[in-house]
């Protein structure tokens, strides 16, 4: 029998219309929980896990409640053999996107293992337990690295009030040492930034702000933020002429580094690479039978260098010259390495 609390009080001290409510909650429940397509109940089923709560009822109560449940949206399939079997058919999140949301709670770095343990747990009682079973060793199975960082959710949640509020927001940012230590940049002193929008990208949650000094966007690594406080200063304004969807499609493809313009000679193999890379709407001049060349504006940095040399002779760089030497040094500096 079920323990008796403040929320689950005993059948003996509920009016019938509270019993009636009750009866029909646990049974919602039961449904909910117990039964999907390749799990059907029987009203004799139901009647017995009710039994099991200490609560009694009638075959034609069971009856009424489905079709009670029913008129109020609930989707009962019933299955009709020689006793009527019932499962609960659409659910708010289906099996499909139940998995979908768990690898994409798995695969988010920012959150903390712990953090994930119980966001999974929450999406898992959305499924029945025969499902939950599937989910969770789904999850077990997908496990990947994860931060340590466990108040990363807490400002990400002040950012998004700093954003509603249209104020600044004052924080200490980070690097990890070899040690495991935290290294403050600065020397521990805040920094002051006027947020613009938050991005999820390869992993990793991002805050991009808006510096007026420089006139340009500035991109801070979340979970690299500590002490995080909103301020009493209003927000910048981003003038009219600077593109975020441009800065997000330059640093988040390039990241870090000056911008340049460079025209590139391209492998017909990777046409779909550079789709993914610069976006559909890339223009693509045919050079030879085999090569396609396009001008795009890339952040000139070794992540950059290094995603070309991925490519080999599948990409080499046309223009500007001055790109191809500092190329050209790139690999001679690694190439010194390996004397």
């Known amino acids: 029998m079920a323990p008796t609390t403040a929320s689950n009080p005993p059948m003996q001290r509920l009016s019938n219309a509270g019993k009636n409510q009750l009866k029909l909650l646990k049974v919602l429940e039961i449904l909910m929980s117990k039964t999907d397509e390749n799990h059907t109940l029987g009203v004799k089923d139901i009647i017995d896990l009710l039994e099991q709560d200490g609560i009694s009822t009638e075959r034609k109560s069971i009856y009424q ?17 020689r006793e009527n079997r019932y499962f609960i058919g659409n659910r708010q999140f289906e099996l499909p996107e139940l998995k979908l949301l768990i690898d994409a709670v798995l695969a988010a770095k920012f959150i903390s293992a712990k953090k994930s343990d119980v966001l999974i747990g929450k999406l898992i009682t959305m499924a029945s337990v025969h499902q939950s079973i599937k989910l ?8 990947r690295p994860k931060t340590d960082n466990e108040k990363i959710l807490l400002v990400v949640n002040d950012l998004h009030e700093a954003l509603a509020q249209g104020c600044q927001v004052q924080f200490k940012y980070f690097d990890t040492t070899v040690h495991h230590t935290k290294r403050y940049r600065k020397d521990g002193a805040y920094y002051t930034v006027s947020p613009v929008t938050l991005l999820w990208d ?4 991002y805050l991009i702000t808006y ?3 420089y006139h340009k966007f500035v991109t801070y690594r979340i979970d690299k933020m500590e002490q995080l406080e909103l301020t009493a200063l209003k927000s910048v304004d981003v003038p009219a002429d600077l593109d975020l969807n441009a800065h997000v499609a330059q640093i988040f493809n390039m990241f870090g580094g000056q911008g340049e313009v460079v025209t590139l000679k391209v492998h017909h193999k990777l046409i779909d690479v550079i789709r993914e890379t610069f976006g559909n709407n890339v223009v693509m001049l045919p050079v030879d039978a085999e090569h396609f060349s396009i001008q795009v504006e890339v952040q000139l940095s070794p992540t950059f260098y290094g995603w070309l040399f991925t490519f080999g002779s599948q990409i080499t760089i046309l223009n500007p010259p001055s790109v191809i030497d500092a190329y050209k040094q790139e690999i001679a500096t690694t190439l010194a390495l390996y004397p």
């Open 211 to 213: 510096n007026p000094s």
């Open 202 to 205: 390869d992993d990793k949650y």
């Open 136 to 143: 969770k060793q789904q999850a077990i199975l997908t496990r």
């Open 65 to 81: 409640y489905i079709k009670l449940l029913e008129s109020h949206g609930v989707d009962i399939i019933t299955d009709r053999q």
